[in-house]
């Protein structure tokens, strides 16, 4: 199927891990993002990257480091764990010039 | 001021209703425009884009004022279905998609 595919779900644990959640999209677009939603449904932009180049970082706290080997896998690793991290993590992609965005079906983490 | 802001509602109406809501954005040099909608723990997908001319999608009307930074979504003949929030989505420049908080939308029977 082409689509946005974020892995895990769902992921649960401790304050103080390390934790990865990995994107991947087979619709050949050229630009992704990292948003989170919070408790609120807040959904607010982490990161944009265009053909593996970052071109939006949103004052994320540095614990947070997205890496994307290729234009099609954009994933977000995150140092030291905190509670105030909970949220759901959606990744979305577009072709650049289309603006139409395409979500993953989101990753709930939460720290316990 | 938020760069996009939404009554966050919710909007209780009866089947049949006709409801609108707006959204307003802070940076006059936003670009585009655009209504998302999102179900109960799932993910947004775009519902419509808005065009300065206003553009209808059966059921849907999107407006924009650029004069006023505002953008409207009419939703005519509400269904059950139709019950979700609705996100307000702008580019303000640098392919940055800014969203709103979303307005819910409950119909009812």
């Known amino acids: 199927d082409t689509a946005v595919s974020q892995t895990p779900k769902y992921l649960v644990t401790q304050m103080g891990n390390d934790k990865s959640i990995k994107c991947e999209q087979n619709?050949?677009?050229?630009?992704m993002y990292w948003y989170k939603q919070d408790s609120k449904k807040f959904l607010k932009i982490m990161f944009s990257?265009?053909?593996?180049?970052?071109?939006i970082n949103e004052t994320v706290p540095n614990r947070f480091s997205p890496k994307s080997p290729d234009k099609a896998h954009l994933n977000l690793h995150i140092n030291s764990l905190e509670l105030g991290d909970s949220a759901v993590y959606f990744c979305?992609?577009?072709?650049?010039?289309?603006?139409?965005?395409?979500f993953g079906s989101g990753t709930q983490l939460s720290v316990l | 001021r938020k760069e996009v802001e939404q009554d966050p509602g919710p909007f209780n109406v009866p089947e049949g209703a006709t409801v609108a809501f707006n959204c307003t954005y802070s940076?006059?040099?936003?670009?585009?425009f655009f209504w998302y909608r999102q179900d109960c723990r799932k993910e947004p997908k775009l519902l419509m884009s808005?065009?300065?001319s206003g553009n209808e999608d059966g059921r849907f009307t999107a407006q924009l004022n650029r004069a006023s930074q505002y953008i409207s979504l009419l939703i005519r003949d509400s269904k059950l279905s139709d019950s979700a929030t609705y996100l307000c989505?702008?580019?303000?420049?640098?392919?940055?998609?800014?969203f709103g908080t979303g307005t819910r939308l409950l119909v009812s029977p």
């Open positions: 979305a992609s577009h072709l650049r010039g289309s603006e139409k965005l395409f």
């Open positions: 619709l050949g677009h050229d630009t």
């Open positions: 990257y265009n053909n593996k180049e970052l071109i």
């Open positions: 940076n006059s040099a936003s670009q585009s």
């Open positions: 808005v065009y300065s």
């Open positions: 989505v702008v580019n303000t420049g640098f392919q940055k998609l800014v």
